[in-house]
């Protein structure tokens, strides 16, 4: 069975409506839309986590093969900012 796409600013025109919302209308907000955009919210986190890891590898043999200098620490740093310590984050 074939996953299906949904169109991103058709489903955010479709919550924005300024009518009151009906039945039929919560029903496909429910079981169709916020479930369709939560899934690829999870995919995008996970493909996220797997691309800081391989910077973090790419990074560690820059190191490793370059040494540290001026190059490798403002790779880190750039990382530093994207992905926050998560200590750092609370």
Partial sequence: MTKQVRDWNKDKEFMNKKAPLSYNDLGVICYEIAPYWHEE??????????????????????????GINEHTQRIAAGMASLYPKEEEAK
């Fill in 41 to 66: 919210a999870a995919a995008e986190k996970e493909r996220g986590d797997k691309a800081e890891e391989l910077l973090k590898d790419a990074l560690g043999c820059m190191v490793m093969f370059a």
